[in-house]
């Protein structure tokens, strides 16, 4: 079979399909969504509205952006039934662990609409996801807290509703504290979180669903590929790295570190597969930072320690030399914990922004024609042998 297949470990040349959803030059560090620039969403869009985007592939008109809103908040509670499933998980464990078993476990309870060959149960299913997202993400942290956990409200916008499923008590009353400038923070985060292509969680969701998978066990499994450090785990990956750099006087030791080939430390929040420039998102990111930073008013060591590392690292040689740029993942990670969001979660708001990307490339690949994915692979083990008798080896 030597010479039959293309040799391509890490897949870093070869396109897995067709795709007319995102598009990324990383040379020129350029990013669209539908033909859309990263940066025009993000400073003009909403989350659902580019959810609406990436799913049908044309921005809405105020009709059907109503329409679709609507039906997607009439969505957004679960299943009362599923918060038993929490019960069975320690309330120390990390949330990505729960969000994995939980989101699996959406194909037991919304099995009425599981035909994949069904446009409409393709359909509803996409948008049960996109709405029980945010409330399945917020029960894991409530549950994590001990904390009763919160319905949602549907008289507030997507993030906004989040950010009070997240904070709110029962003991607040009925007007729930959120500050409009973090509620849109928040949907920035998400906007800039929707889709990125083919990366490791987006290929995962498609080759499960190549096999003919429900579309809540490829959302589970795309779930699963992004909680790596190399991947969605890189934003709490940041902060725990920030914390065990701990002071600016450190930070020279941690780069040479990074640049130590027989070290595995690396500086989480750098680098990127495709960008060979600076992350277009990065930068949407860094400037919502210093807004949210600048309006809370925050004065956070840590967070001086982080533009310092950044300094630093960007003008070093040896990250200049391999075009190792500050990712999104450096800046949202600061954010986040600006608005109060404890790290453990960060990779679960990942998770819940880059569900509609998932579901928009399942879908994209149920509505055309398709294989099983089936890679090869180059055999490096033993040549055929006869078996050999126990008392003989
Ligand atoms: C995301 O693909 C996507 O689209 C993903 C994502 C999305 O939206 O879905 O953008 C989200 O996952 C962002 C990435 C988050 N990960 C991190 O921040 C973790 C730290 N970064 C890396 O581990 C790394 O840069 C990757 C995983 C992001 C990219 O890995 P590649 O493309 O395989 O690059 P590489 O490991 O081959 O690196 C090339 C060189 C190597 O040095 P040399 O052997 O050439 O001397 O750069 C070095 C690497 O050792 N290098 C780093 C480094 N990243 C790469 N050295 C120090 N620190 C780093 N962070």
């Known amino acids: 079979a030597e010479g039959r297949y293309t040799f391509d470990p890490g897949f870093m040349s070869t396109a897995s399909c067709e795709s007319a959803i995102t ?11 539908r033909g859309y620039p990263i940066e025009q969403l993000a400073e003009n869009s909403d989350y659902l509205e580019t959810c609406f985007l990436l799913l049908y592939g044309e921005l809405p008109t105020a009709e059907q952006k109503e329409k679709f809103v609507n039906t997607v908040k009439s969505h957004t509670m ?3 039934q599923l918060k038993n499933f929490f019960n069975g998980f320690r309330r120390d464990a990390h949330p990505m662990a729960i969000m994995c078993g939980v989101v699996g476990a959406l194909s037991a309870f919304y099995h009425d609409s599981l035909d994949i060959n069904d446009y409409k149960h393709r359909e509803i299913s996409a948008i049960r996801l996109i709405a029980k997202i945010p409330t399945i993400a917020a029960m894991c942290f409530k549950y994590s807290k001990g904390e009763p956990m919160i319905y949602p409200r549907n008289d507030l916008g997507y993030s906004e509703n989040f950010l009070h499923m997240m904070f709110s008590t029962p003991c607040d009353g009925p007007t729930p504290k959120i500050s409009p400038v973090l509620a849109k923070a928040m949907d920035k985060i998400f906007i800039l979180h929707a ?11 498609r080759l ?6 429900n579309p809540f066990a490829c959302i589970a499994a795309g779930i699963a590929a992004l909680w790596g450090p190399a991947h969605g785990g890189a934003n709490e990956a940041v902060l725990t790295m920030l914390e065990e750099i701990g002071d600016v006087s450190n930070i020279d030791k941690f780069i040479a570190k990074a640049k130590d080939k027989n070290d595995p430390f690396k500086l989480m929040g750098f680098g990127h597969r495709v960008y060979k420039n600076f992350d277009p998102r990065a930068k949407v990111m860094k400037q919502t930072c210093d807004e949210v930073l600048a309006e809370l008013g925050i004065n956070d060591p840590q967070l001086e320690l982080a533009m310092k590392l950044e300094e630093i690292a960007r ?3 040896y990250f200049k030399e ?3 740029y500050p990712n999104v993942d450096f800046y949202s990670g600061i954010i986040l914990k600006a608005i ?5 979660m960060f990779t679960v708001i990942f998770a819940l922004a880059r569900t509609v990307g998932w579901i928009s490339h399942w879908k994209e690949m149920l509505a055309g024609p398709y294989k099983i994915g089936r890679p090869r692979q180059l055999y490096t083990g033993k040549a055929q042998r006869n078996y050999v008798e126990i ?3």
């Open 391 to 393: 008392d003989k080896r």
């Open 208 to 213: 499960a669903g190549s096999s003919g998978a």
């Open 315 to 317: 003008n070093d040689p």
């Open 340 to 344: 109060g969001i404890p790290t453990s």
């Open 23 to 33: 598009f990324i030059d990383g040379e020129k560090g350029v990013l669209l969504h």
């Open 78 to 80: 679960a299943h009362e």
């Open 322 to 324: 391999r075009n190792l």
């Open 195 to 205: 889709d990125h292509e083919q990366n490791a969680s987006t290929s995962t969701v």
